[in-house]
């Protein structure tokens, strides 16, 4: 069964820009989650998405967004990029929306604003 | 407020050794679920175990070892004769109910194996 999938696997951008990161779960996996990983503030969740719907959201402000879609791959946007939104960007699948199972993680995307 | 705090942000060790990774957590939630990941230089977060909190049965699993105490809020991971392939950063994380069972994690470990 292939893991975790994320594209673009690295990605530089200039302040205000957006971006848009992607997310494959594993397959037959509904839920994927959202984190931002940085030398400061560690590893932050920002949001779970199951079945298109967004389930839970992390304190992050409104620049940060995101969808699913029927197939359970997810998209992540970030506008107005600032230069604290470099940070490694991981994306998490599991089988339910639920407690019980863990997260599987991808290889993240690396973002760096200039 | 840090709800998992790993105290230890650095170690360094020399192969064989045996080394313990602490974790101590803050919740209120009765039903709750906790987890270790290992993050090496790849950046992917590889799970290790997951606990809920009604099951403190201790768990080894090769040379790894989990001692979790809801008396002390604790959660340790033990790597017994530590290699160089252990080298990495271990996050312990918690998941409860009242935020959504989103993974919140503790600032990390960074564990240095030498030959």
């Known amino acids: 069964k292939a893991g975790v999938t994320q594209t673009p696997r690295y990605l530089i951008k200039t302040r205000g820009q957006q971006v848009t990161l992607s997310c494959s779960p594993i397959s037959g996996h509904r839920s994927v989650s959202w984190y931002q990983q940085t030398p400061g503030q560690g590893l932050q969740f920002l949001f779970e998405?199951?079945?298109?719907?967004?389930?839970n959201k992390g304190n992050f402000p409104g620049r940060f967004s995101g969808r699913q879609f029927s197939n359970s791959r997810s998209e992540m946007n970030v506008s107005t990029l600032e230069l604290g939104d470099s940070a490694l960007y991981l994306c998490a699948s599991k089988s339910t929306s639920g407690s019980f199972h863990e997260q599987f993680f991808g290889p993240g995307t690396r973002l760096t604003v200039l | 407020a840090q709800k998992v705090t790993q105290a230890q942000t650095e170690i360094s060790v020399v192969e064989k050794e045996d080394v313990t990774l602490d974790c101590v957590y803050e919740?209120?939630?009765?039903?709750?679920?906790l987890f270790w990941y290992k993050q090496p230089p790849s950046g992917e977060l590889v799970f290790l175990i997951r606990?809920?909190?009604?099951?403190?049965q201790n768990e080894i699993s090769g040379r790894y070892s989990w001692n979790f105490q809801k008396s002390t809020s604790s959660f340790n991971f033990t790597i017994t004769a530590s290699q160089v392939v252990d080298s990495a950063v271990y996050f312990c994380?918690?998941?409860?109910?009242?935020?959504?069972?989103?993974?919140?994690f503790g600032k990390g470990t960074s564990l240095l194996v030498t030959p």
């Open positions: 606990r809920n909190s009604f099951d403190e």
């Open positions: 919740t209120r939630d009765t039903t709750y679920y």
């Open positions: 994380a918690l998941s409860e109910a009242n935020s959504g069972y989103a993974l919140n």
């Open positions: 998405y199951f079945s298109e719907t967004q389930r």
